[in-house]
């Protein structure tokens, strides 16, 4: 099976070029100046349309089980809706069970995904119990194609770890070439926070954002940088939400130190102040580390344009509004008497490539290349995937998005794919939109409709040792 996509525009994280671009079978067989068009089982024509990479989002929580309930996208939900926003890969996160192993771990995870994939995708481990013999299983994971560790230093009596386990694990994935993933915020201050504050009767959304101060997250970021430095090992720091932590992510960069980092789309448009919204409409915006201040927004623009933060990623993980009604798991509702309640999570998988087009190429604040370095080039190569996904050439897989830059489109709970009943950046209208979203070789979303199939995604296995960027 060969596709010609003709008069199309190449964007990759080094070049805009007008080319056709030749699929054979799942692969980029050729990439050229007019070329012929007959003879192929298919011609698609993309004149005024750019070709970007595939979207590859480094983490999401699918069917995440959490605070008595699990997030409302599943393996299907959630890639079919990542498709229409133009994300061709997902890594999503396999737990080790508590007091099991990371076999099992992963095992149960490719259970869940099983047959509802409908694009490709890998996982990372979260480790929160590291025995002995947990630590020795942590090389074997890598030929299961897992090659990436999370761990907390926050979530205080649930997957919170100490320093010493940290340090421990970061030794192991120094030896072993594997790479270290941190969420990074002081458990132990957030969990002191949080009493005081329910002992003095502040329960209500807006007291989420007061008990996860942004001093949290620098100083384990800091913490946590200096832990991968001493232990020589790779980091990657996970949902960095302001100065506090960019300024020592920028500071360990200085030092020469391997350490990378990422922010998520919603921090730059969510606040603390909608935390406060009334009618516990707050509640929709509950994650962590929480929504800070409007001025910590323009520092992660600039560090997403300057490589200080080297990936753009959502940390997807959606809940009802209203859950437990009309055949919904339970959502946000369940912490309707005290914030420290509420699921944590925002939905965003299918949001991110267009907000992120139209307000930082269009917007000017970095350029249609650099878009592409951070929506999928950048995390192909961090997470071992590179040159395979992440961009547009030879040999690679097919994952192509027909990118309109001139099709507007408002963005709502109304119209989205995504399984739950509000939308983060409800009413913003982009300019930038996916006319066609391209998986290996076959279109699995052209304008509205859903061409896909449950059981079309592929596991991907990953490679340790990856680059430091
Ligand atoms: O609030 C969030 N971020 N929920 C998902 C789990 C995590 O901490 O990444
Ligand atoms: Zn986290
Ligand atoms: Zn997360």
């Known amino acids: 099976m060969t596709t010609l996509i003709k008069n199309g525009t190449v964007v990759t994280a080094g070049d805009t070029v007008k080319a056709d671009v030749l699929i054979d079978g799942e ?20 004149q005024g349309l750019l070709l970007l990479p595939g979207g590859i989002d480094v983490h999401t929580h699918l069917e995440l089980h959490v605070s008595d309930t699990v997030s409302s996208d599943d393996f299907f939900t959630g890639q079919k809706a990542a498709a229409f926003g133009g994300t061709t890969t997902h890594i999503d996160f396999a737990a080790q069970p508590v007091g099991g192993s990371l076999r099992q771990g992963i095992d149960e995870r490719h259970a869940e995904a099983a047959g509802k994939v409908v694009i490709d995708y890998g996982f990372h481990l979260t480790i929160t119990d590291l025995r002995d013999e947990v630590m020795k299983e942590i090389p074997t994971i890598i030929n299961q194609g897992v090659t990436s560790l999370k761990l907390f230093t926050a979530y205080k ?3 919170q770890v100490d320093d010493a386990t940290l340090f421990r694990a970061m030794m192991t994935a120094a030896e072993h070439g594997m790479l270290i993933m941190v969420h990074a915020e002081n458990g132990d201050v957030i969990a002191e926070l949080t009493s005081r504050l329910l002992a003095e009767g502040k329960t ?4 989420h954002a007061v008990a996860h101060p942004a001093l949290a997250e620098g100083e384990a970021t800091a913490r946590t940088i200096a832990l991968a430095g001493i232990a020589g090992a790779s980091l990657y720091v996970v949902h960095m939400t302001c100065e506090e932590a960019v300024e020592q992510l920028a500071l360990g960069r200085n030092k020469g130190l391997p350490v990378m980092g990422e922010t998520c789309t919603q ?9 406060a919204r009334p009618n516990f409409e707050g509640a929709k915006f509950v994650c962590s580390p929480p929504a800070r201040r409007p001025k910590d927004a323009p520092i992660l623009w600039k560090a997403l344009a300057d490589n200080t933060l080297q990936v ?4 997807h993980c959606p809940f009802w509004f209203e859950g437990g009604v009309k055949g919904r798991v339970a959502g946000k509702e369940l912490g309707k008497s005290s914030f420290h309640k509420i699921p944590n999570g925002m939905p965003g998988l299918e949001d991110r490539m267009p907000v992120m087009w139209h307000n930082g190429v269009n917007g000017g604040r970095y350029s249609a290349n650099r878009f592409v370095e951070i929506t999928a080039t950048n995390p192909a190569k961090i997470f071992g995937l590179y040159p395979r996904k992440g961009t547009i050439a030879v040999g690679a897989d097919a994952d192509i998005v027909l990118w309109d830059p001139e099709k507007e489109h408002t963005i709502s709970a109304k119209t989205h794919h995504m399984n739950t009943d509000y939308n983060v950046y409800e009413g913003m209208t982009v300019k930038g939109w996916p006319a066609r979203t391209l998986l290996r070789g076959k279109s699995i979303v052209v304008g509205n409709e859903w061409r896909g199939k449950k059981g079309g995604g592929l596991f991907l296995r990953r490679r340790p040792n990856a680059e430091i960027l």
Request: net charge negative; glycine share 10%.
């Open 204 to 207: 209500e959304p807006k007291y």
């Open 267 to 275: 921090y730059m448009f969510v606040f603390e102040d909608d935390l």
């Open 312 to 315: 753009i990623s959502t940390d």
């Open 27 to 46: 692969q980029v067989s050729m990439i050229g100046k007019n070329l012929p068009g007959e003879g192929h089982d298919e011609v698609i024509d993309a």
């Open 157 to 159: 009596g649930r997957m």
